[in-house]
Every structure is written in C-alpha cells, then in structure tokens.
C-alpha cells in the first residue's frame, strides 16, 4: 500500500494543481470550447494527463506485484 500511497498523492495534489489553470483560463475567456482548436487542445491535454497516469499505474502494479 506504501507505493500506492505516493501514486494517488501524485495524482490528486497534482491534479489539482494542474486543474487551476484550466479553472482560471475558462474563467477570464482564454479557453472557450466552441473554438474548434481550443476544444482540440483541452482534449489533447487531458488525453495525455490520463493517459500518463495509467502508464504510471501499470508500472507501479508491475514492481509492486
């Protein structure tokens, strides 16, 4: 459980840490969602945060078990 402790700390302090800006960027107008390219790149963000997080996750549970 030691490992997993520092992935999910990872994870939920970073995420909130990585969600302010989206959170301000959405409140001042910078990001709008019907800009085709801003929706893009929201996505692409997001895609690859989730993305890291799974690759992390797997690689955790492979030296852990």
Do not use: C, H
Request: glycine fraction near 4%; hydrophobic fraction near 60%.
């Amino acid at each position: 459980m030691e490992y997993w402790i520092s992935y999910l700390y990872l994870f939920i302090v970073g995420g909130i840490i990585f969600t302010i800006p989206f959170i301000i960027a959405f409140k001042k107008k910078s990001i709008s969602l019907k800009n085709p390219y801003d929706r893009w790149l929201v996505f692409a963000v997001l895609a690859v945060m989730i993305l890291y997080a799974v690759i992390q996750g797997v690689w955790t549970y492979l030296v852990v078990y």
